[in-house]
């Protein structure tokens, strides 16, 4: 066999096996690149920010966060240069591996393996560029998808099974003596307080919401405005400081915050919980 | 002969080593699963394909005198094509491997590796280099049947768009720069000089005769113009005609062997009818010009210069043995005894017997016999130990037909006679 058959025959192999790995990929239908951004956790830039060292390392890359943690160490190059981008925006050092190099569509490969979900800014909404395609998409798919949450994402059931309160309306109350003291109402997002109001103030038939700036009560009723604005955008947990009142209220006109039934509106934030989800949000 | 290492290919192999020892801590060793294996397999063979690519054209220069440290032209054409038939099949294991050492990641990726968004240019310049590669070399290797010899040479010059693109590819793609432009420059600047230089630092001669020696071979007796060359007995030059009245190959270059003596002050060429180029040459007019490159090759290059020597020219193969049996005339040391065995298939097609004949009779050192195929088949051990009883103990020198050529290496091998004491040039490539 002289050299121009074997050229000739490697030449031949060699165009098959493209011909051949390329057919195959299309036909074998691997949507594994094509995650939903939509079925992806959504990550804030100051979550992401939190993980910015060897320790944990996530990056924002196109719009999708991953936590490549697992791999830094395997990484060719020096660790710090790898871990310069980790707890941001890191689509450019992607995009450079040396100035105008990008990464292989390999890198590209073995990076959605590190996955973890999707930059979103403040307000909850996708950072990524390609909105009015997904935008699209996601009205016309967003019931579906609710109704489509797998074990492995749905956050609601995830609180419920670990006995953590739901988002959404609750109400709740404290009685003595027959008669309803405190009925309060709040809303829960994310485990914060929210718009939270009485909806029924009282002690031996006085009701608060009818006194005037002169009255003798008044002044608790302020106070006790004070303490559900105090709770205001703070962990469910923060109604424990109910217990001791002054750290939420002022002392008006001799009503010291330490006299304040506090107790009473925590427990009518307890009744809320434990009646569970009054509406959902 | 042929295994011996020169001095040449020594510098060859550090200039081929270099990228990838150079690229070497970048790359490491390979460890780990077989995907990265293949990976550092695939940036290897790379490496080595585009080194080899460009080494090629740097020995295709065809500067006079660069041959020598390579053994001759003929020895660093072989190399060149030694050069191009590697860097062909290592291009193809650079791709293929790359591509399958994504496939554990996933089918798409081992596809996207090969054939990226075209963003990625780089990749993409490296396909086009690729296809380059193909078109200048199918013919090269005969892909697709012979094309006619000029054909053939107007399309090699896509070789340089090849060696661009690869180039590029490399320099996008490589950590370390330098050893890329270096050999890229080598590389292109050879290409640069044979088609852009060399052609105007050829030599003119003038044709003076044209002796006819026998039907279908001529001897041109040329007259330089200017300085002419400077050469040994046995070397051979690139002749383009200029006679306009020529029927085919004028302006086109093909080889000839010189049979003149060096101290000749006229250069003679012994030309047979091989092919169209030299069957026009038959009837050249005198007078007219020729252009002259050289001189190539180191045909009497001497292993063992405290040897008698064994000449066995046949056919128009007797040519650079003419000319060195008249430089033996003219009064040159000999190293030693020359017996030449002149293989002629009848005493018809015997041309410059006379000649060679009256040399012998003339000059000791010089024995001279003839073989004739007609009266006595192929030349047998018995007929070259009845008039040369000392042969196998000789440095040998063959030229001659292909078929003629492998005859006799299978002789001389089969007494015992090491390869590195037989010289041969065979010129069917050129």
């Known amino acids: 066999m002289n050299i121009h058959k074997i050229a000739y025959s490697f030449f031949i192999a060699f165009v098959a096996s493209l011909i051949t790995l390329v057919s195959v990929s299309a036909l074998s239908s691997s949507d594994r690149d094509e995650i939903d951004d939509d079925g992806l956790d959504p990550i804030t830039l100051a979550e992401l920010a939190e993980h910015d060292s060897a320790e944990s390392c996530w990056k924002a890359i196109d719009g999708r966060v991953y936590d490549i943690t697992d791999y830094v160490p395997n990484h060719p190059t020096e660790e710090s240069v ?10 450019e050092g992607w995009d450079n591996k040396r100035p105008g190099v990008p990464h292989s569509p390999r890198a590209e490969g073995m990076l959605e393996d590190y996955l973890i979900g999707r930059l979103v800014d403040q307000t909850v909404e996708p950072v990524a560029a390609e909105t009015s395609s997904t935008d699209e998409k996601a009205g016309d798919d967003a019931d579906i998808a609710e109704t489509r949450l ?6 609601r059931l995830h609180q419920a099974l670990m006995g953590l309160p739901l988002d959404g309306r609750y109400r709740g109350v404290f009685s003595d003596s027959d008669e309803m003291q405190v009925n309060v109402q709040f809303d829960l997002r994310d485990g914060r307080l929210s718009n939270i109001r009485y909806r029924h103030l009282a002690y031996r038939g006085v009701d608060y919401f009818l006194l005037g700036e002169g009255d003798d009560l008044y002044p608790v009723m302020v106070q006790h405005q004070q303490l559900i604005d105090g709770l205001e955008g703070q962990p469910l947990t923060s109604i424990f400081a109910l217990y001791e009142p002054e750290r939420l209220a002022e002392d008006i006109d001799g009503y010291s915050g330490a006299t304040l039934p506090g107790n009473k509106v925590h427990s009518a934030f307890r009744d809320a919980i434990n009646r569970g989800v009054y509406s959902w949000p | 002969m042929r295994r011996l290492i020169r001095s040449g290919d020594i510098a060859l192999i550090v200039l081929l080593l270099l990228p990838l020892a150079v690229a070497l ?5 390979p460890r780990g699963p077989p995907e990265l294996w293949l990976t550092w397999v695939g940036r290897v063979t790379g490496i080595l394909g585009l080194a080899m690519m460009l080494l090629a054209a740097v020995v295709s220069c065809r500067v006079p005198g660069f041959d020598r440290p390579f053994g001759g032209l003929t020895r660093l054409w072989k190399l060149h094509h030694w050069l191009g038939f590697w860097a062909f099949i290592l291009v193809m294991f650079h791709a293929l491997a790359l591509g399958l050492a994504s496939v554990p990641t996933s089918l798409n990726a081992a596809v996207a590796t090969l054939f990226p968004p075209v963003s990625h240019g780089s990749i993409w310049l490296g396909w086009l280099a690729w296809v380059a590669l193909v078109v200048f070399l199918a013919p090269t290797f005969d892909f697709f049947g012979k094309p006619h010899y000029q054909r053939w040479k107007r399309l090699h010059l896509v070789s340089a768009a090849a060696l661009l693109l690869g180039l590029w590819h490399a320099l996008l793609l490589a950590g370390e720069a330098w050893p890329w432009w270096l050999l890229g420059i080598a590389g292109l600047s050879a290409i640069a000089w044979r088609k852009g230089a060399a052609p105007r630092r050829q030599h003119a001669y003038r044709i003076e005769t044209v002796e006819p020696l026998a039907r279908g071979v001529v001897e041109l007796v040329l007259r330089p113009e200017g300085g002419g060359i400077h050469y040994e007995t046995g070397q051979f030059v690139y002749l383009s005609p200029l006679d306009e009245s020529l029927p085919a190959g004028r302006g086109e270059e093909h080889p000839y062997t010189i049979s003149s003596a060096p101290s000749d002050d006229r250069l003679r060429i012994g030309i047979k009818d ?24 180191e045909f009497f290059e001497r292993h063992f210069p405290e040897r008698d020597m064994l000449w066995l020219g046949g056919g128009i193969g007797i040519t650079p043995f003419v000319g060195g049996a008249r430089d033996l005339a003219t009064g040159a040391e000999a190293e030693g005894h020359v017996h030449l065995f002149y293989l002629a298939h009848d005493s018809e097609r015997a041309y410059y017997r006379e000649e060679l004949e009256g040399i012998a009779e003339a000059h000791e050192v010089f024995t001279f016999t003839l073989h004739f195929y007609r009266d006595h088949g192929p030349l047998s051990e018995a007929f070259l130990r009845e008039h040369c009883p000392d042969f196998t103990e000789r ?6 037909p292909p078929a003629m050529n492998a005859h006799l290496q299978w002789l001389l091998s089969e007494q015992g006679v090491p390869a590195s004491r037989i010289h041969s040039e065979v010129f069917d490539f050129l």
């Open chain 2, 25 to 29: 801590p970048w790359l490491g060793w």
């Open chain 2, 274 to 297: 091989l092919g169209d180029a030299s069957h026009a040459l038959q009837t050249v007019t005198p007078e007219t010009r020729v252009l002259v490159e050289g001189p190539y090759g």
């Open chain 2, 395 to 400: 440095e040998i020198y063959l030229c001659g």
């Open chain 1, 150 to 155: 797998s074990p492995a994402e749905d956050q």
């Open chain 1, 82 to 91: 790898i871990l310069e981008w980790c707890g941001r925006e890191a689509t």
